[in-house]
């Protein structure tokens, strides 16, 4: 890619954003940041923060905020920005929309968001990862481990859980080479865990027992909602484990092969070097 305006990277602080940023940085390419709380200050529910956010911009990587509604401005969003000029953008979406047997409101939203993308006059390259691995270590699951029990709803459906660092450089790989145009790609690890085997795996690195508690769906809602999730973001998360409890997750998909030309890390090993940094350490 020739341009020399700096790539916008709206997320930037959460666990994809950071990554790219980080890749950014260490090959010299600029880019700018927009959150609530960078310096560009960017709000998807404050559409008078986005005509500042992509000022000069000609690249961004998109990565939408959880549920509906959310996801519903981000398609406002991109077509907003499409029409003051942003000429190419790589959205985060999730493995699995569009597909048959996810019929939830937040599978629906990130169907309409992909084709606002599709139809914005950009030129785009959908991204859709497993759940992240470092969702227990950098997100809400990482409070389950430190309690030795992963409290939530995904029976005994297993998923390809993804290295948040693949995701990074293959969605670094998209930014900068334009061959990616009009692709999208379906990542995963290399192989399905169910929650149990997750638990088994983080319990060996660890060294103490990490057990999974299967809820009811409405009951996992209840406790995100008291700790102090809003309501429609705990039933989109719900909706995103229904997934793999109804064994819709299990298959492994080929996307960091087929951008990366290499394998992605499996979990176990994702698990034993995240072990050493000290973050389940009790």
Known sequence: ??????????????????????????????????????????????????EGAVAGIDTAYLAPPVGPTGLARAGEFIKQAASEGLRRVVLLSGRGVGSPGRDFAVYESSVALENAVRE???????????????????????????????????????????????????????????????????????????????????????????QYVDLEPEEFVAELVSYGQPQEDSEAVRDLFAVIRNHRSEYVSEGVQQVLGRAPRDFADWARETAKTGVWSA
Do not use: C
């Open 1 to 50: 890619m020739t341009t020399t305006a700096p790539i916008l990277i709206i997320g930037g602080k959460g666990k994809t954003g950071r990554r790219v940023a980080a890749q950014l940085d260490a090959r010299g390419v600029p880019f700018r940041l927009a959150s609530r709380s960078s310096e560009q200050r960017f709000d998807w529910y404050d559409e008078g923060t986005w």
């Open 120 to 210: 914005s006059g950009a030129d785009w390259t959908i991204v859709r990862p497993a759940w992240f691995a470092q969702n227990f270590s950098e997100d809400f699951l990482l409070d389950y481990v430190l309690g030795g029990e992963i409290r939530v709803a995904a029976g005994d459906g297993a998923e390809a859980w993804i290295d948040t660092d693949d995701i990074g450089d293959v969605m670094t790989a998209a930014l900068l080479d334009e061959r990616h145009t009009g692709e999208t790609y379906s990542l995963s690890g290399p192989r399905t865990l169910t929650m149990a085997e997750v638990g088994a795996e983080l319990s060996e690195v660890t060294g103490r027992p990490i």
